[in-house]
């Protein structure tokens, strides 16, 4: 452990024990001088546990603001696991045995000062018999006769003010610590989905690369085999031209008649495209800019079903367009967008 965790540590204690000590004190005067106005034996018993009450709430509330403190400081010094809540507990237990509930074994009172107990202490100052309220020294215990144990009827205070002290302080560090673990793994996770979140709205907001959409690789996909020559390079060529023009294909083309050349491509409309214009008009027209000859076009919808056949020149594999070619044809073509705008305004 450093030398600052360790200065910390001490600062730590020393506030956590001042609060201790000032539970245990301001109960203890008000006990005093309640007792001083009380007349009767039920009166004096209904003030005394009123103060032992106030005494273990001040001192449950110290411990639910401190315990997460010393988390914060074992995560500091490196404590993890076990450790780390042994570690906790074992320093939070040392100040509440020093101010509240004493040791684990406690021994029989009326020794010396030294070795009063937490409550023994609570008990002499409260229930002194001077006129003002101080700190008693080595004095003789001489418990009042109302305090002392009976057993007609069957009375015990003092051992029920220890039994509950130490029965709800322990249960308060217990909750103390459960909390500060559940404390720890959610903001953990929370860091990590904000760490998640972070990333994913840096990519929203990425600028992405010129022309990686529509795909120029992925459509018809590589597996798509037509079996004559020609096909794929017309149909990647009406794909690029619908999807520029703001058509959504997202499906395989289909050889309904099943000669390899006649072949059918579902298109759906976007945003993208005029509002009140005709769809498959405009497909036609977008295709033809290009060159492409459809054998028809219907509209179901929103979504428009293109047939294309193999032109008769391209049904020589010798005739078929090189890269070069395909790439320049697919070049854009203002004309696109001319016909985008005179459709809606037509």
């Not at 273990?56 to 400081?73: E, F, G, N, V």
């Not at 597996?223 to 096909?231: A, E, K």
């Not at 405009?282 to 193999?310: F, M, N, P, W």
Request: aromatic letters at 8%; hydrophobic letters at 35%.
């Amino acid at each position: 452990m450093t030398v600052d965790i360790q200065d910390a540590l001490e600062a730590l204690d020393g506030l956590f024990g001042k609060d201790l000590y000032l539970a245990k004190s301001d109960t203890c005067m008000a006990a005093f001088k309640a007792l001083k106005e009380a007349t009767t034996t039920q009166q004096k018993l209904t003030a005394l546990g009123k103060c032992v009450r106030e005494w273990i709430d001040r001192s449950a509330a110290a411990i639910r603001l401190w315990t997460p403190k010393y988390a914060a400081l074992a995560d500091a010094a490196g404590f993890a696991g076990k450790d780390k809540w042994g570690w906790i507990k074992e320093n939070v237990t040392e100040k509440l045995q020093r101010s509240c509930t004493g040791p684990e074994f406690p021994g029989s009172w009326g020794g010396p000062i030294t070795s009063w107990e937490p409550l023994e202490w609570w008990i002499r100052n409260a229930c002194n018999e001077a006129p003002s309220f101080l700190i008693l020294r080595d004095e003789p215990l001489i418990p009042p006769q109302w305090l002392r144990i009976s057993t007609n009827p069957v009375s015990d205070p003092i051992g029920y003010y220890r039994m509950i002290q130490r029965a709800e302080l322990g249960r308060e560090l217990e909750w103390a610590l459960d909390h500060a673990k559940i404390e720890a793994a959610t903001s953990s996770t929370q860091s990590n989905l904000r760490i998640s979140q972070e990333q994913i709205t840096d990519s929203r907001h990425r600028k992405l690369p010129k022309k990686t959409w529509p795909p120029r690789v992925t459509w018809p996909p590589r597996s798509f085999s037509p079996g004559f020559p020609g096909v794929r390079e017309q149909l990647v060529r009406a794909f690029r031209t619908l999807t520029k023009s703001g058509f959504l294909i997202d499906s395989d083309p289909q050889n309904d008649l099943g000669d390899g050349k006649t072949w059918v491509v579902e298109c759906r409309s976007t945003d993208k495209l005029p509002k009140d214009t005709d769809l498959a008009d405009l497909a036609r027209q977008c295709l033809e800019s290009k060159g492409i000859v459809t054998d028809g076009v219907s509209l179901e919808g929103r979504t428009l079903y293109v047939t294309l056949s193999l032109p008769a020149r391209q049904t020589a594999p010798s005739e078929q367009p090189s890269g070069s070619a395909l790439a320049e044809s697919d070049r854009e073509d203002p004309t696109l967008k001319d016909l985008s705008e005179r459709s809606a305004g037509a």
